[in-house]
């Protein structure tokens, strides 16, 4: 197997995920490059899951009976991982959604609702970027819908770089938000944060980042990003579907009205009003979810036991093997950055004429699991003339090998359609 200079110890790790085990058609074993969806569950997280259900199931909150009390501990403890995790100042201030989707969607109605000087009126400007997934894009086009603000966004170079040309005409002093990707999940790009930061915060303007594709990944560090708003998922890290993160600064998030009503959210109630629980409580309504929360604590104790400087490390060294083996086959065209430099692991490409739909099932056949479409991220293909794209993506369990399976699935797949 090919040998590059700092890799994890794949052989010991993929022993910690049993779907790595299966066979597929014909015997051919599974090569999932499909990471940037959704990422695989170590055994210890399954079984911490088991247990959780198992042993101390129960709603979390007021119950005073032993199987509440341990199922609340439990809940509370993941938050404090999560808040170690992405060193949030204040365990407060991370707040449990479903998805990414949601701690998305949770932002703009907050700021929809808000009163000056966090309100998104007519006289105000959002701004986002062209590459963002739609979870990043269609929440802030219904915001602008139903307020009248103006929706702008920064462009992409032919490289799949941010357009940074033009950021003084983009954020204005009317910009009351700047919501953009840390990672593409199409194009791989990291992006600067920084010199967005900075200008937003020459206006005055909030920042939110979605850090969906960033968090399982890398090192992530909320205070240094100086955002106001970081939103990431558990699925995509060896966690649990149906878990999702908001992190906000505290004093934001105590003058934000909240998105959703119902019970946990609130301090007291009568038939003619409520006054609402302080945060996170006050933007968790109704039953949260439990178990996957501490599953996602799980989760992050696995990567911690690894070390997301390793697995940053080891994602590097095979992206830049995947980039310079990828641009060995002839017709493909890598959609983003052709090096390795301020990119994520999950490549876009295509290959020829041939539909990414036909690439992709032909490399199921194959075994190989890779996503094609246009991964929630449209205007990137619009921008860049094509349909669809064909993507393969990595994590820490990713091989050398797997990408040679690849390169070699689509020698297949150029074969097959002649």
Known sequence: MTQLPGLLDTEALRKDFPILDRVLHDGKKLVYLD???TSQTPRQVLDVLAEYYEQHNANVHRGVHVLAEEATALYEGARDKVADFINAPSRDEVIFTKNASESLNLVANML????EPYRVDSDTEIVITEMEHHS???????????????????????????DLSNIDEIITEKTKIVSFVLVSNILGTVNPVEAI????QE?????????????????????????????????KMCGPTGIGVLWGRQELLEDLPPFLGGGEMIETVSMHSSTYAPAPHKFEAGT????????????????????????????????????????????????GPTTAEDRGAAIS??????????????????GIAVRVGHHCARPVC????????????????????????????????RNFFG
């Open 35 to 37: 990471n940037a969806a």
């Open 112 to 115: 929809g609702w808000a009163d």
């Open 136 to 162: 990043n894009i269609v929440p802030w086009q219904l915001l602008a819908q139903r307020t009248g603000a103006k929706l702008k966004w920064f462009g992409l170079t032919d490289d799949g770089r941010l």
């Open 197 to 200: 930061v900075r200008r937003a």
């Open 203 to 235: 206006v005055g303007a909030l920042v939110c980042v979605d850090a969906s594709q960033a968090a399982p990944h890398m090192p992530l560090d909320v205070q240094a990003l100086q955002a106001d708003f970081v939103a990431f998922t558990g699925h």
């Open 288 to 335: 949260p979810p439990i178990a996957q929360a501490v599953g996602l604590g799980a989760a992050i104790d696995y990567l911690n036991s690894i070390g997301m400087d390793k697995i940053l490390a080891h994602e590097h060294a095979l992206t830049e093997y995947a980039v310079q083996r990828l641009q060995q086959v002839p017709d493909l065209r890598i959609i």
């Open 349 to 366: 490409f295509t290959l020829g004429d041939i539909h990414p739909h036909d690439v992709g099932q032909v490399l199921d056949e194959q």
């Open 382 to 413: 619009l921008r860049y003339g094509i349909p669809a794209t064909t993507r393969a993506s990595f994590y820490l369990y990713s091989t050398p090998a797997e990408i040679d399976a690849l390169v070699e699935g689509l020698e297949h797949v």
